[in-house]
């Protein structure tokens, strides 16, 4: 009996010592995955290089503010020997109607690609315009009034622009002739000669972007009708739809804001408020963003280690089969491998193709090695079954992405308590729990 025990004893202690050199080794793995997701990030990088090369040479995200009605005004200061300046006194829209046609395309740079677009846009309303009083001695310069139409991008303009303000037709002109309410655009001169107290205004405009549209919202009462070809928006800003309506065809989405939900007023004079800091609009989101998806995969990579090591140190225990090492050193290495071949190819085909390739490709590598060490063909099978489950587990935690985290604690759960079934049923740990109490009864 104390021959036995002694026995037990010592194969307890060597199991021991692998498991401590399997943690050690777990360890220094990190490394090599570590270096797989700086890669991956390197590339991601590069990938944002090649939209905003598409961009610089198309046109950049869009933001359309506008239009907006500017008055200088000639101030004559009431100190002695001060000299008479300019202030300019911008007049929001009373009413804002923009109803817009987007369609939608992508763009590729080698292997990388973009969301580009071309729109279509009607915006209509009116101007309210007040009594202007500057607090001082002033005039208005009613004849070198004009009006400003925000634009990110000027180079995503098709064609000409022309704005209908009741009888007149105003055709724009470029750049801004002032830069106090917007940062770029375009700018109507008109002559406000007849001063009525309403203004009409219409105007049509062909603009092109990429990647996302916004809107400032400088009506008073601001209406945006919005439909595009895109059916993954991602709706962004201040302000989200009243409406919105997705499907597969694309989406279509309504805001409406009033004044009161914005945080500039309806007049001001110089730079005293950006109308473009309340924008609302939408992202035209890529559906699969595979350097995401591969960058969360890399960040299982221990458990995968984990759990496969456990797998083997349960067959050998099973099984009586042993594996040396340097076999779980290469095993370790084909499984962290995984990673970095599963962000090659999917950016060729696309990330579900390229998991499941990967993934395929990993498991047989394994179980051929295993074939060539283990006698047990059922312990082969066995790990392989458990690396399939395994990969579809962590292939549901990344197409979940909003019940992730959850689903992955439960599922480690279950994982955590069918090794607990498992260890029970091996002869090892039986053994010792009795090997110790037959010691004690002596």
Avoid: C
């Amino acid at each position: 009996m104390k021959i036995e025990i002694s026995e037990s004893k010592k194969w307890q202690n060597t199991l021991t010592l692998k498991i401590l050199l399997l943690a050690i080794m777990g360890l220094f793995l990190l490394i090599p995955l570590e270096m797989i997701k700086s890669i991956i990030r390197e590339r991601q990088q590069t990938s944002e290089k090649a939209k905003q090369e598409i961009a610089s040479q198309w046109a950049g995200r869009q933001n359309l503010s506008g239009p907006v009605l500017n008055i200088p005004v000639r101030i004559f200061p009431l100190k002695n020997n001060a000299e008479p300046h300019m202030s300019i006194i911008h007049i929001m829209p009373e009413t804002l109607n923009v109803s817009g046609d987007v369609k939608t395309e992508k763009r590729h740079r080698s292997i990388y690609q973009t969301v580009i677009y071309n729109s279509y846009f009607h915006i209509s309303g009116e101007f309210f315009i007040p009594d202007i009083s500057a607090g001082e001695s002033s005039e208005v310069q009613w004849n070198e009034a004009y009006y400003t139409l925000g634009i990110s991008d000027n180079r995503g303009l098709k064609g000409g622009v022309v704005m209908k303000t009741g009888t007149l037709d105003i055709n724009a002109v470029p750049g801004l002739l002032d830069k106090e309410v917007f940062a770029s655009g375009i700018s109507f001169p008109v002559g406000l000669t007849n001063r009525v107290k309403t203004i009409p205004f219409e105007l049509e405009i062909n603009l092109s972007g990429s990647e996302g549209l916004s809107f400032s919202p400088v009506g008073k009462t601001t209406h945006v009708n919005l439909k595009s070809t895109w059916n993954a928006p991602g709706f962004t800003g201040n302000f989200l739809p009243a409406t919105r309506t997705v499907d597969d065809s694309g989406f279509k989405a309504d805001w409406l804001i009033t004044n009161l939900n914005r945080n500039f007023p309806q007049v001001w004079k110089e730079d005293e408020f950006k109308p473009s800091n309340d924008s609302f609009g939408v992202d035209f989101v890529m559906v699969v963003d595979h350097y995401q998806k591969s960058l969360r995969s890399a960040k299982y990579g221990i458990l995968f280690i984990a759990l496969t090591f456990m797998a083997l140190l349960f067959a050998e225990m099973a099984t009586g089969e042993s594996l040396q090492i340097i076999n779980y050193l290469l095993v370790s290495f084909a499984l962290v491998l995984f990673f970095s071949l599963l962000n090659a190819l999917s950016e060729q085909v696309g990330f579900n193709p390229a998991y499941i390739i990967a993934a395929g490709s990993t498991i047989i590598l394994i179980t051929l090695f295993l074939l060539k060490l283990v006698r047990n063909f059922r312990t082969v099978i066995l790990v392989s079954g458990m690396l399939v489950f395994l990969y579809s587990f962590i292939f549901i935690l990344l197409t979940l992405n909003d019940y992730a985290y959850l689903a992955g604690n439960i599922g480690l759960f279950f994982l955590l308590a069918l090794t607990m079934a498992v260890s029970t049923k091996l002869r090892l740990f039986n053994g010792s729990a009795r090997n110790t109490a037959e010691e004690s009864s002596e």
